[in-house]
């Protein structure tokens, strides 16, 4: 089922997979923030939580935007949600201001009307010793409330889901994790330096994040457009653990022009 529309072109990948290709990456980010709007709208009218997956980076930015706008300008409320992030560098305070903490803050949680004690994210300060029990209880946490409903997905350009670099396996879960030299590379100028850029992170796992109902990933920009050829053009493996989203039942992945540019040879417009 390929359409297409003014703003964008829809493509049946597989079975489970969608690709939706926006002219504007804000069109895309507006999309995305809808498809997580009705999650949360659908669940408060069935009296239930909303348990969302949530990513940080340039990538969902405009997502948070547009979801701080519906609340502000449409009454969208998300106190029936609960949010769970993919990872939080190591080692980092949460009050740092790179930490992924501040990060959500910023973006979105100090805008809208989330109960504080609803959103996780992993704790980035802890001693080693303590880490495997803190993993332990965040994915004790996520099967408690009942799973994610929907996890929002950026993907690094070492092909990472979360900080899942190569070489992380299928049923990984969350953990502490080495971060690869391109990902280090790509924060080089948020970190004002190499020599300042953390060398690991905790991570949801591969498992983790596939558990979830539903995965929409996103991917703006010509930096992406390799490593988004390589996910679905190649085989799925460890090298690129972002190609183990072809396995999950229904995944959404949202492009740009650019970011889909392998799109324009493979696919009839
Ligand atoms: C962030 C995360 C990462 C990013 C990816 C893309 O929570 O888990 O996988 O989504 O590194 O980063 P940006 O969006 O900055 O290009």
Known sequence: MNQT????????????????????????SAYVAQRLADVISEKQKAGKKAILGMATGSTPKGVYRELIRLHRDEGLSFKNVHTFNLD?????????????????????????????????????DLELEEIENHCAEFEKKIYDLGGIDIQLLGIGRSGHIGFNEPGSATDSRTRLVNLCEIT??????????????????????????????EIIMI???????????????????????????LTH??????????????????LPM
């Not at 964008?8 to 597989?14: A, L, P």
């Not at 498992?207 to 109902?213: E, G, H, P, S, V």
Request: hydrophobic letters at 35%; one cysteine or more.
């Open 5 to 28: 529309n003014s703003q964008f072109e829809n493509h049946r990948w597989s079975e489970n997979l969608l690709m939706k290709i926006y002219k504007e990456k804000d069109h895309g």
């Open 88 to 124: 939080e560098y190591y080692r980092m305070l949460p009050e740092n201001v790179m930490s992924y903490n501040t990060f959500m803050k910023e973006h979105l949680f100090d805008h809208i009307d989330i109960p504080a004690e609803n959103t996780n994210i992993i704790n980035g």
């Open 184 to 213: 280090r590379n790509d924060a080089i100028s948020d970190f004002n330096g190499l020599e300042n850029v953390p060398t690991q992170a905790i991570t949801m796992g591969v498992r983790t994040i596939l558990d979830a109902k």
């Open 219 to 245: 991917a703006w920009g010509n930096k992406k457009s390799e490593i988004v050829q390589k996910t679905f053009t190649g085989e799925i493996s460890a090298d690129v653990p972002a190609t183990y989203l």
């Open 249 to 266: 039942p229904k995944v959404e992945v949202i492009l740009d022009h650019e970011s889909s540019a392998f799109c324009n040879k493979m």
